[in-house]
């Protein structure tokens, strides 16, 4: 299982971890295809926190408390948001509720990425953007 904190933006679904779901907003977009929901959760573990997307059922399959296991997922960008994901491969799975320790901050998705300059098929952090979510901002 790989700690939020150490997820890095990558093409290859390859990202095993676990947390919790903090929060939800749902939106509906369309494609060539018809309509296709989706929702942006705000998810975190005892590390760090991160955005993830849901797609069509599995937006109504997790709430907030729900303890979610990511198999295969990939962290990268969407419509220029940085997010986890599943992916075609991928694949989540409840298994639990309410019962992990958790932070908020930092959140990996508000963080501003560059490619490393030794290794182009990687990235490293350049700056924080904001100190928390601007989609889900402290209540």
């Not at 969407?78 to 320790?101: D, P, Q």
Request: hydrophobic share 40%; proline share 6%.
């Amino acid at each position: 299982m790989v700690p939020l904190k150490d997820v890095v933006p990558a093409a290859q679904n390859n990202i095993n971890t676990r947390f919790i779901l903090l929060d939800k907003s749902m939106k509906t977009s369309s494609s060539s295809e018809g309509l296709h929901k989706t929702c942006l959760a705000l998810v975190a573990d005892e590390t760090a926190a991160v955005h993830f997307q849901l797609w069509g059922d599995e937006c109504n399959a997790f709430e907030p408390g729900d303890i979610i296991r990511l198999s295969n997922g990939i962290f990268s960008y969407n419509r220029n948001s940085l997010l986890l994901r599943a992916g075609k491969r991928g694949k989540i799975e409840k298994v639990g509720e309410f019962m992990i320790a958790f932070v908020e901050t930092p959140n990996m998705s508000v963080i501003r990425w560059v490619p490393d300059p030794n290794n182009s098929k990687k990235y490293i952090q350049e700056a924080v953007i904001s100190p928390h979510s601007r989609i889900f901002p402290p209540k």
